[in-house]
């Protein structure tokens, strides 16, 4: 099945670059590190949202630093 009537957009968690109540779906990359910043992407998040929209957010966290390698296997970022 192919997604019809996509827009895809970029900004700032923080700052979303759409209108109140205005997207179906939001699928977020973790970018925001410190705890203030997250609870504002969160509101970010509610505020564009139409009621029953729904939210993906992606978070990896890692005790160690990864090899370039597999840094750059999209594959295993992917799943």
């Known amino acids: 099945m192919r997604a019809t009537h996509v827009d895809v957009r970029e900004g700032e968690a923080t700052a979303l670059p759409v209108e109140t109540e205005s997207v179906d779906v939001v699928d977020l ?3 925001a590190e410190s705890r203030a910043e ?17 939210v ?11 090899p370039e390698e597999a ?8 799943g």
């Not at 997250?38 to 929209?53: H, S, T």
């Open 29 to 31: 990359e973790r970018r």
């Open 38 to 54: 997250k609870q504002v992407a969160i509101a970010e998040i509610r505020r564009i949202l139409k009621p029953r929209g729904r």
């Open 56 to 66: 993906q957010i992606a978070d990896i966290i890692l005790g160690v630093e990864l």
């Open 71 to 78: 840094r750059r296997d999209i594959e295993l970022w992917t």
